[in-house]
Nanobody, 121 residues
Framework: QVQLEESGGGLVQPGGSLRLSCAAS????????MGWYRQYPGKQRDLVGL???????NYGASVKGRFTVSINNPKNTVTLQMNSLEPEDTAIYYC???????????????WGQGTQVTVSS
């Protein structure tokens, strides 16, 4: 079973920066999408940023230009660098991965347990 272990959440002041990391372990396939969603209380999860096997990244509209998703392939670790943080970025951030053995195979999905990010003075 694939496991996703998140780290790096916490409290930061408005305008500050924070970095989240997510390490994937277990039986990893070569075709993947990996990255982050976030969830506000009582709401569904929203896209933050996802990186694909080919290196392309898709970002949610509210974080474009402020957040950066990158991946360290040998370590199977995805990082979310968050800059110019706003109180509205306060949420639980979830690591996400889907993967398959080939481009035409069905993908399996996995979630981390979530890490709290709080932006407050």
């Amino acid at each position: 079973q694939v496991q996703l272990e998140e780290s790096g959440g916490g409290l930061v002041q408005p305008g500050g920066s924070l970095r989240l990391s997510c390490a994937a372990s277990g039986p990893l396939d070569g075709i993947y999408t990996m990255g982050w969603y976030r969830q506000y209380p009582g709401k569904q999860r929203d896209l933050v940023g996802l990186i694909n096997t080919d290196g392309t990244v898709n970002y949610g509209a509210s974080v474009k230009g402020r957040f950066t998703v990158s991946i360290n392939n040998p370590k199977n670790t995805v990082t979310l660098q968050m800059n110019s943080l706003e109180p509205e970025d306060t949420a639980i951030y979830y690591c996400y991965r889907n993967q398959a053995r080939s481009p035409w195979a069905a993908r399996s999905e996995y979630w981390g347990q979530g890490t709290q990010v709080t932006v407050s003075s």
